[in-house]
T-cell receptor
Framework: DVKVTQSSRYLVKRTGEKVFLECVQDMDHENMFWYRQDPGLGLRLIYFSYDVKMKEKGDIPEGYSVSREKKERFSLILESASTNQTSMYLC?????????????FGPGTRLTVT | GQNIDQPTEMTATEGAIVQINCTYQTSGFNGLFWYQQHAGEAPTFLSYNVLDGLEEKGRFSSFLSRSKGYSYLLLKELQMKDSASYLCAVQERSNDYKLSFGAGTTVTVRA
């Protein structure tokens, strides 16, 4: 079974703090993604990475950065947390087989910024 | 960009059939995903459609019409455990790494 793990299920941080969210997958997948999920808005893509040290902006990258130093690990960084970044953060890794795609999600990190 | 529309909520009875519609408007379409998400849990993959037509997987089927910008997820023989949110996601043609998600449809199954 594919396993995607995230460093914390619940996190509370103060405004202005630097926040690191870690994601690890154990299936040697090349592609990894960070989303945030907010009620009524669905999942929105923040950043993704298709290889080590490669990253690309998603739809809402402002206020975030990412790091992919090893294939299995993809980190999301909030440089200076703000209250509007309170959200559920979901990491995913993806396998592609021919024309077939499948994303596996981690359990999520519910971040509250006070 | 993508504009993806699905109903907010649906309610059905155990053993019944429910059809969740998803319409999309896109500048470039590659494929469409359906995910299931139970409350407080991560989304899990249900289906991926690229070609027009119906794909069946046990009690769940997914249909796509590319020309109409329309998909549906059909849940048959509903069980209580099917109570969840169902997410429709469109994959862009210009960048097939990017998925755009609808807001999700919450299905409640009643006894």
């Amino acid at each position: 079974d594919v396993k995607v793990t995230q460093s914390s299920r619940y996190l509370v941080k103060r405004t202005g703090e630097k926040v690191f969210l870690e994601c690890v997958q154990d299936m040697d997948h090349e592609n990894m993604f960070w989303y945030r999920q907010d009620p009524g808005l669905g999942l929105r893509l923040i950043y993704f990475s298709y290889d080590v040290k490669m990253k690309e902006k998603g739809d809402i990258p402002e206020g975030y950065s990412v790091s992919r130093e090893k294939k299995e690990r993809f980190s999301l960084i909030l440089e200076s947390a703000s209250t509007n970044q309170t959200s559920m953060y979901l990491c995913a890794s993806e396998i592609r087989t021919g024309s077939s795609y499948e994303q596996y999600f981690g359990p999520g990190t519910r971040l509250t910024v006070t | 960009g993508q504009n993806i529309d699905q109903p907010t909520e649906m309610t059905a009875t155990e053993g019944a059939i429910v059809q969740i519609n998803c319409t999309y408007q896109t500048s470039g379409f590659n494929g469409l995903f359906w995910y299931q998400q139970h409350a407080g849990e991560a989304p899990t993959f249900l289906s991926y459609n690229v070609l027009d037509g119906l794909e069946e997987k046990g009690r769940f089927s997914s249909f796509l019409s590319r020309s109409k910008g329309y998909s549906y997820l059909l849940l048959k023989e509903l069980q209580m455990k099917d109570s969840a949110s169902y997410l429709c996601a469109v994959q862009e043609r210009s960048n097939d790494y990017k998925l755009s998600f609808g807001a999700g449809t919450t299905v409640t199954v009643r006894a």
